[in-house]
C-alpha cells in the first residue's frame, strides 16, 4: 500500500453514518473515494456524497456512491481532498487542477475539512513550487493581470494541456498563474485577492483547513489546526 492510499483510509475511518461527505479531486482523493464505496458495500455506510468535480463525480458514480447537486446543498460534514502545497501555518495551495470554486466552496461549507498529503506537499511558504492559480472573468483578464501587477505579481494565462490554447476551468474560467514576493504575507494576499474586481476564485486556502493527515514512508501524522 502506498502513501496516498494509507492517508487516504485513515480519512475514510472518520467518516461515519449520515453524514454528508464532499469528494475532492486528485490521485489521493480517489483512493479516498474507493475506500468510501468499499465501506458503503462492505459495512453498510449509509452517506449521501457531493463532488468537487466532474472528475470525482464520475468516480463516485462509477463505484455507486449517492450523490447530491451542489445546488441542494447548504452545509457538508466532512470534506477530504488534498493540496498541491501546505506551509506551517496550514494555509493551503490548490487548483492546479482548475476546480477552484467548488473545491472552496466545499472547504467553506464543511464542518470538519480534512486534508491529505505526503511529504513533497510540505512548503515553507505558499507559491514554493506552483505559482498562485486565480480564476478570472473572460474578459477581464487583462484588467485583473494589471492589477496584480501592482500588488507585485508576475505571470501570464494558463495553457492547456496541449498548448494549443488556453485552460478553462470548471466554472468557464481562464486562470492566471501568478506569483508573489514570498515575503508578502498569506493572509494580506488572501484578503487583497479577495477584494481584486474580476477575481472569480484563487488558490490560496487560508484559515480553512481542520485537519492535515501527513502520510510518509507508511506512518500517517495528524496535524491538527489550531
Not at 56 to 70: F, H, N, R, Y
Request: glycine share 8%; hydrophobic share 45%; proline share 3%.
Amino acid at each position: 500500500m502506498n502513501d496516498k492510499e494509507l492517508v487516504a483510509q485513515h480519512a475514510a475511518k472518520r467518516v461515519k453514518n449520515g453524514m454528508t461527505v464532499g469528494l475532492g479531486t486528485g490521485s489521493t482523493a480517489d483512493y479516498f473515494i474507493v475506500e468510501l464505496a468499499r465501506r458503503q458495500t462492505e459495512e453498510n455506510l449509509a452517506i449521501t456524497c457531493v463532488s468537487s468535480s466532474i472528475v470525482s463525480m464520475l468516480k463516485a458514480q462509477e463505484l455507486g456512491l449517492p450523490l447530491l447537486a451542489i445546488e441542494h446543498l447548504s452545509r457538508l460534514d466532512l470534506y477530504v481532498d488534498g493540496a498541491d502545497e501546505v506551509a506551517p501555518d496550514n494555509s493551503l495551495l490548490k487548483g492546479q487542477g482548475a476546480d477552484l470554486v467548488r473545491e472552496k466552496l466545499l472547504a467553506k461549507a464543511c464542518d470538519q475539512f480534512i486534508v491529505l498529503i505526503d511529504q513533497t506537499k510540505i512548503v515553507d511558504h505558499i507559491g514554493a513550487h506552483f505559482p498562485i492559480p486565480i480564476e478570472v472573468m473572460p474578459f477581464a483578464w487583462q484588467l485583473v493581470q494589471q492589477s496584480l501587477k501592482q500588488l507585485g505579481g508576475q505571470g501570464f494565462l494558463r495553457q492547456n494541456s496541449q498548448g494549443s490554447g488556453l485552460a478553462v476551468s470548471s466554472y468557464g474560467s481562464l486562470v492566471l498563474d501568478m506569483r508573489f514576493d514570498p515575503k508578502l504575507e498569506i493572509a494580506e494576499l488572501d484578503s487583497l485577492l479577495n477584494a481584486t474586481p474580476g477575481v472569480v476564485e484563487h488558490g490560496i486556502f487560508y484559515g480553512l483547513a481542520s485537519t492535515v493527515l501527513l502520510a510518509d514512508n507508511g506512518v500517517v501524522k495528524e496535524i491538527t489546526v489550531s
